[in-house]
């Protein structure tokens, strides 16, 4: 590139930085035909951003020569602001996760956050670190940012509101309880000991649990309160030691809000079924004569019709396989019509599979109720009588025989009631909450949704960015 076409860029790039909000959120570097090169937090976006693009820095000595290479390489920067710090850097997480930038190499694993998980459906609900919670009979907060502070901040909470985090079981009807020895924590009076009955079950989910869970909920006034006057009475005996434990225990404290929440902040994978059983379940279900392996999700996205978004989603042997991620931005469809979205996507999806060019899943999975499914059988139907070939010895491009008519199972999945439907007419089919098939067909329609909604809003960001005067 020569000097000019360089300088040209770079002032192209400070003038569109010059337009970013300043509050918190994620962005975006991207190279040639759009390609993202990096994706990065910030507490203030346009700072950060224009951190590296200032004429006097040098980011090679700053930031590394790979940075200083990735940044030679940028032609655009788009931005989606977040509600905060802690919605920054679990989106973050994901969005590196899902595109795999090539200058991102943190968060490209497989690992999760972790959450506080309270297990009451006990006698004696424990309170546990988690990243992989119990199917169901628990309570969720998280997920959490880091699971290190989390174990500090656990030990400050037992010190105060006394719960067991062992892995006895415990029950309250055991009259062996009676006769059994607490453990060091009980003694040093960090738990309230239900494992030698020194508690009853009621006063341990009232006093313990509902306290502990009531904390969480709400803005720990009283708690913080009585930490920071503890704080002041050890400064003014120039107990600094203590103090500056009770100042400690205040922080870690503070933390708890470095969280985002189960519904929010989804983890499919957290809470998927085990493949091998969900896709033996499903085999049965559609009555398909051959296994079921690559599974596709696809969901649209849409705000009053503005910047309408389709996404596809693939999963091999029950698990998901980023390579095969798809956008679309949706061309043809004005206004809101879903189901006509819904076409779209399926059409350029499977316009090459119906030539022959590309593998058809074994299970097209659309996010909706019964409207959506015939939507898709009915595009999938039409594309397949205008691709029969004329003669039966007609091939495609490749010398292989045109496959006119897929072995490709469709099925919907709406949310609420998780009815799925598989047939254009007859009774949807509702599976148990603990069904593996079922977690399956939901970590395959969420992970859709998920994708079509950052697709969505990333599109949005970018149109309001440009339309700035």
């Not at 400064?235 to 030691?241: F, I, K, P, V």
């Not at 398909?288 to 309408?308: C, F, K, L, Q, W």
């Not at 119906?354 to 019964?370: C, N, V």
Request: hydrophobic share 35%; with cysteine.
């Amino acid at each position: 590139m020569s000097v000019d076409r360089h300088n040209k860029r770079l002032e192209n790039i400070r003038r569109h930085i010059k337009a970013f909000p300043t509050g918190p959120g994620l962005y975006f570097m991207k190279g040639r035909a759009d390609r993202v090169l990096y994706i990065g937090k910030a507490k203030n976006l346009r700072s950060r951003v224009a951190g590296y693009f200032q004429q006097s820095a040098d980011l090679t000595a700053s930031r590394g020569p790979k940075i200083a290479e990735m940044v030679a390489k940028v032609r655009t920067i788009d931005f989606l602001e977040a509600d905060s710090e802690v919605d920054a850097m679990l989106q973050e997480a994901r969005l590196i996760k899902d595109i795999r930038p090539a200058y991102n190499t943190d968060m490209i694993d497989d690992k999760t956050f972790p959450y506080l998980e309270i297990t009451t459906r006990d006698d004696f609900p424990g309170v546990y670190i988690t990243r992989k919670p119990r199917p169901s009979g628990s309570r969720l907060f998280g997920p959490f940012t880091g699971a290190k502070d989390l174990r500090q901040v656990l030990v400050v909470l037992q010190k105060i509101f006394k719960f067991r985090t062992c892995k006895l079981s415990i029950a309250e009807d055991d009259p062996k309880r009676t006769f059994f020895r607490p453990c060091i924590l009980y003694s040093i009076k960090q738990c309230t000991a239900p494992c030698a009955a020194r508690i009853d079950k009621a006063q341990y989910k009232k006093m313990v649990i509902g306290d502990l869970v009531g904390f969480l909920r709400s803005k720990r006034s009283v708690v913080m309160r009585r930490l920071r006057k503890q704080m002041g009475e050890a400064a003014q005996g120039l107990d600094y030691e203590s103090a500056a434990i009770f100042r400690d225990r205040i922080r870690l404290i503070e933390r708890l809000d470095r969280r985002g929440t189960p519904d929010g902040n989804v983890q499919p994978e957290v809470f998927a079924a085990d493949p091998a059983r969900a896709l033996t379940q499903l085999r049965k279900i559609l009555q398909s004569t051959e296994p079921v392996r690559i599974i596709e999700g696809i969901d649209v996205a849409n705000i009053a019709g503005a910047e309408a978004v389709g996404s596809l989603v693939k999963f091999i042997d029950g698990k998901p396989f980023k390579s095969g991620y798809r956008r679309f931005k949706i061309k043809t469809v004005k206004g809101i019509d879903d189901y006509a979205m819904i076409a779209e996507v399926v059409r350029r999806r499977y316009k090459y599979a119906m030539q022959g060019r590309e593998i058809w899943p074994d299970l097209i999975l659309i996010d909706g109720g019964l409207g959506h499914l015939r939507t898709a059988q009915r595009a999938l139907k039409d594309m397949i009588a205008a691709n029969q070939p004329k003669h039966k010895t007609e091939k495609n491009r490749k010398g292989k025989r045109i496959k006119a008519t897929p072995n490709t199972k469709i099925a919907s999945i709406a949310k609420k009631q998780e009815l799925i439907y598989i047939r254009p007419s007859g009774k949807p089919l509702k599976l148990p909450a603990n069904s593996p098939a079922r977690k399956l067909l939901q970590y395959v329609r969420d992970e859709a949704h998920r994708f079509a909604q950052d697709y969505h809003h990333i599109l949005r960001s970018k149109k309001m960015l440009n339309n700035k005067p």
